[in-house]
């Protein structure tokens, strides 16, 4: 028989493990602000990819796992890029998602 997974931290008191954080609590504003920089970071990443970031160099590449690979190196700047600020598309995606989350409740 299978257990269900249990939750590694328990939620707050007054509060199930199902129920989302009000619009009010630092925590729910940390995970919209986590949402949004995660949404920015792969925006990014398949930017970076477009514009030939991790692309194959004509001499003395990498070979196959140089090209298999270029993805996971995009990802790593577009993480470090919004690590450092970003180019301001979480910040203005967790403004919106705050604002709906504050409208809705």
Do not use: C
Request: glycine share 14%.
């Amino acid at each position: 028989m299978l257990l269900a997974p249990q939750p590694l931290f328990p939620p707050p008191a007054g509060r199930s493990a199902g129920a989302p954080a009000p619009a009010g609590d630092p925590s729910h504003d940390a995970a919209l602000r986590a949402a949004a920089e995660n949404l920015e970071a792969s925006f990014l990443s398949v930017m970076l990819q477009s514009a030939g970031v991790g692309a194959p160099r004509e001499a003395f590449g990498g070979g196959a796992g140089e090209t298999q690979f270029a993805s996971f190196l995009a990802e790593a700047h577009a993480a470090a890029i919004v690590r450092r600020g970003g180019i301001g598309l979480a910040e203005s995606l967790f403004n919106a998602l705050k604002a709906r989350a504050d409208g809705a409740g």
